[in-house]
């Protein structure tokens, strides 16, 4: 039988991690972020239209941001309680400013969400701001009452 590897992310012992930004991992000079944004194994999952909602703004803020040309990818979690966010050569508190800012600009969003005509997503009838701008401001708050952000798990 063939030797399977576990993958980083499954060695974390998610009974132990809260709500908050960690680094996953580093690949060279490419830093994969965990933005937890819910407890995991605690029954308060992400829905799908609070999820691609989310996804949807803060993609596009982040790559809009002092930092676009250092983002890799933003995207959910399958597990339903985060996101991911990758970036190269950026200190982390550089990463934490520039995501608590478009977190801020997603909140204070008017108008339509970026990416939600038939021909730019492949389910835009699954989005809602309100949800987008009511996720994006409980995980700011949870940021921000954090007393020392070590971005580790």
């Known amino acids: 039988m063939e030797k399977i590897n576990k993958i980083t992310s499954f060695t974390v ?17 490419v830093t994969t972020y965990d933005l937890r944004t819910r407890k995991p194994n605690a029954g308060d999952y992400l829905d799908d239209i609070t999820m691609h909602s989310v996804e949807h703004m803060l993609a596009t803020y982040l790559r809009n941001s002092a930092i676009s ?12 309680t985060g996101f991911y966010l990758l970036t ?3 200190p982390n508190e550089i990463v934490l400013k520039e995501l608590m800012i ?28 309100e949800s987008a701008k009511t996720e994006c401001q409980k995980y700011l708050t949870a940021l921000k009452s ?8």
Do not use: W
């Open 146 to 153: 954090l007393k020392n952000i070590d971005f580790k798990y």
């Open 102 to 129: 478009a977190l801020e600009k997603t909140i204070a969003h008017e108008g339509e969400i970026f990416g939600s005509t038939q021909k730019e997503c492949g389910n835009y009838r699954c989005l809602s701001l």
């Open 69 to 80: 040309n250092n983002v890799i990818y933003f995207g959910p979690m399958g597990c339903r």
């Open 13 to 29: 012992d998610h009974d132990k991690i809260d709500v908050g930004i960690y680094v996953s991992r580093i690949d060279g000079d």
């Open 88 to 90: 190269r050569n950026l």
